[in-house]
Each structure stands twice: as C-alpha cells, then as structure tokens.
C-alpha cells in the first residue's frame, strides 16, 4: 500500500512498517437502531413467553403426579403405572387422541362402571366431556389380579370422579365372572347400557366381514412347500412364547418390514430368513394384515428375575445418566407402538425382548431407525435388560388397531 506526501506533492511515499490501515466509519441511521431495538424487545418477550408456558406446563404435570403419589398407597401407584401414560397423571387425556378421567361421565359413575371397562376394554367411538374419541383401550383382566383391579377403580372414582365408594377385591371378583369371555366394550353406544343418564353415544361404524383369504391360512396353518407355517412357532393366535415374539397386534407396517429385512439380508436370524425368502410381496402384506388385526389376551410374564420397578423406570422415564430415553417416549404410551418404525412391546415375551437388546447391544441386529436400538440396548446394564423386558410382559395387550387409523399412521391404504 503506497500514499502521497502532502509536503511534497506528486511523490510517492511507501508507509512504515508500524502502519495500520483505516477508513472513516458512518454512522448507522437511526430508523435502523430503532427497528433493531424494536425487534430484540419483541424476541425477548416471546422468549419469555414461551420459558412461562413450558414452566406453567411443567408445574401442571408435576402437580399432578405429587397428587397421585401422596394419594392412598395401592391406586397411586397402580394408576401411575398402567394409566399415567395414556391418560395422564392429573387424568387431563391428550387431546382429540386419548379422552380425559378428570370430571368424565364414567370416573363419575362410580367404581363399578370403572372396574367394568377395565376388565374388557373398549373398542370403537366414545364421546367424553362432549368430545368423541376413537376408543381403543385395552383389558386389563390380565394384567391385575382382583385386589389391584378394586384398588384402582377406587382410586380413579375418588380421584377424577369425586366418588367416596370404595370396591371391595370380591366385588371386582364377581364382574370378572360376569364379564369373563365378553370382549371388549363395543364404543361408548354399548357403555350407555352400564351408565346411567351417560350423553347420547356415537354408533359403532358397519365392519365388512372380508374373511381371510385361503392362501395366507394355509401360510399361517399349513405352511408352503418346505416353507413351514407361522402357527408352527408363533402359535395359531400370534401370541409367541419364550424367545419367539408376539405378533398379535404389532402394526401392519412394522410385521411388513421385518419380514422383507429377513428376506433382504438386512436382519438376520437363520430360520426367518428361510421362511421370508419363501413370500411374495402379496403374502407378506397378507402375513401383516392378519396379526395386525387380532386382539388376543396375552401369554407373557416376567420370566427373567428382573426388577421390574426399575424395568418401569426406564420404559416411564429412561435413565439419562445412561443417556438412556423412556422406552414409550418412541413406542407410545403404554408400549402400544407408533407407525411402522417404532413397535408394540406391550405383553411382548420376555426372552425375546432380552435377546433382542443383547443383539442390537453385540452389533448383531441394526436395523432400527437411525440405529436407536443400537447405542440404547449398548447403554443398558444386563440387568436392566433383564429388567424391561420383564416389565414390558407385565403389561396388557396392545389394543386393537381401527384399519382407518393404521393406514393415516403410516401413509399407506387400507388394506385390512
């Protein structure tokens, strides 16, 4: 860089070496400070605004699980356990998805009426505080003995009902006998011949019975060729044992999917790739359609030795000093499964869960999304893997999918 030598004009004068260049500064217009001004006052707000829900939110929640912890020991408890997830720990429902318990027509009808659905279940539209929802909650006959189910239904009657009834274990003995073999409530149109005065009901929707197509029953019953059938290992109603896994309610999308990994090579286990090399992709949606559409009682229970107050821990709430998420933060709430990538572990066999982990865990098994599985089940101790899986066989089955919802879920037709 060279400059003029104002005494001597016309000569070029390098500069020195301790030269530093500069320019004239301008200064910013003053609209422009003000609109900058303007516009971190306003950030600032919506900072703050948004930081006052999450707070306001957050406080909700953690009143309402206080609440039902310092509730009577036993309904608290179970409560947290099997309904928190669905319904909330303050009972508020998730809106449009899961209907509420604070304040609802059944939590008011009394113990009973609660014990009632608990032991069936619900299948089809319900309509709860004036808005209607797609029930599809599951029995839970299975899963809780007569003293938990009495236990429970009390302390949602007194809770969200403000009820004072309490229901003794023999009469939740004796709706168990009324009620054994009756399936599910069919939608709240069936449940306002069990509730007095109960606001008109949405009718349960008109099911064509398409039957099961020959081929895919002799695929399940029979098998093909030197393909043998599914029912051989799985059982005739999908429902597994030991380290053969339920298929019962595992979503279309995801029974799909696998099935086509096995065939591909992208999951490996010798004797379902042999099988799933023998399908075309008709009997392979035909496969997933059927086990996809049953509702069957579980045969799963914790067969591990494993702590299933911490398997409840990780599956609520993770553990993050492992860097370890809930398991039902991805699988739904109560394990029921979301879409075709993330699926049921509700009442699924304990062996198999454990041994799924370990392969994910040794780099056996890699075909979760994003490898989640794959970094999740390396974190997890043995025991706790022993503990989950344990607790998730613990858990009522997977309620049964409604083929429209399914097909919205995972962008695909309906095909049941």
């Not at 009522?396 to 309906?414: H, L, N, S, T």
């Amino acid at each position: 860089m060279t400059r003029i030598n104002k005494q001597k004009p016309g000569k070029i004068v390098k500069p020195g070496e301790d030269f530093e260049p500069w320019e004239s500064h301008n200064p910013v217009p003053l609209p422009l400070i003000w609109i900058a001004v303007a516009l971190g006052i306003w950030g600032t707000a919506l900072l703050l605004q948004e930081q006052d829900s999450k707070v306001v939110a957050q406080a909700e929640r953690e009143a309402g699980e206080a609440a039902a912890h310092d509730a009577a020991e036993g309904g608290a408890a179970l409560f947290l356990a099997n309904c928190s997830t669905c319904h909330q720990p303050n009972g508020a429902g998730v809106r449009l998805a899961v209907p509420p318990l604070q304040d609802s027509e059944f939590a008011k009808a009394g113990p009973g009426v609660v014990a009632q659905i608990m032991l069936r279940g619900i299948d089809g539209p319900i309509r709860v505080k004036g808005f209607t929802y797609d029930g599809h909650m599951p029995s839970f006959a299975e899963a809780l003995d007569d003293a938990e189910v009495a236990q429970l239904a009390s302390y949602v009657g007194a809770r969200f009902g403000g009820g004072e009834t309490v229901l003794a274990p023999a009469e939740a003995a004796q709706l168990r006998m009324t009620h054994s073999g009756s399936g599910s409530w069919q939608g709240g149109a069936e449940l306002a011949s069990l509730v007095a005065d109960l606001p008109p009901q949405p009718p349960m929707p008109a099911t064509a019975e398409a039957g099961l197509d020959p081929a895919i029953s002799d695929l399940i019953f029979a098998g093909k060729g030197d393909v043998w059938s599914c029912a051989s290992c799985h059982g005739g109603l999908g429902q597994g044992a030991e380290n053969t896994p339920r298929l019962a309610g595992l979503s279309q999308g995801y029974i799909a999917k696998q099935l086509h990994d096995f065939r591909q090579g992208e999951r490996h286990n010798e004797h379902m790739s042999f099988v799933a090399k023998g399908l075309d992709d008709a009997e392979i949606d035909g496969l997933a359609a059927y086990y996809a559409g049953l509702r069957v009682d579980s045969t799963a229970q914790p067969a591990l030795g494993g702590d299933l107050a911490r398997g409840e821990q990780i599956a609520l709430q993770g553990d993050w000093g492992l860097g370890v998420p809930a398991c039902f933060s991805c699988h739904g709430p109560s394990g029921f499964g979301v879409g075709a990538e993330f699926p049921a572990l509700a009442a699924q066999q304990p062996a198999y869960v454990a041994s799924q982990l370990a392969a994910w865990a040794g780099g056996h098994r890699n075909n979760s999304p994003l490898g989640l599985m794959d970094r999740i089940s390396e974190a997890l101790p043995e025991a706790d893997r022993r503990a989950v899986s344990d607790y998730l066989a613990s858990l009522p089955a997977v309620p049964a999918p409604e083929p429209q919802a399914m097909a919205r879920i995972e962008g695909g037709e309906d095909e049941l």
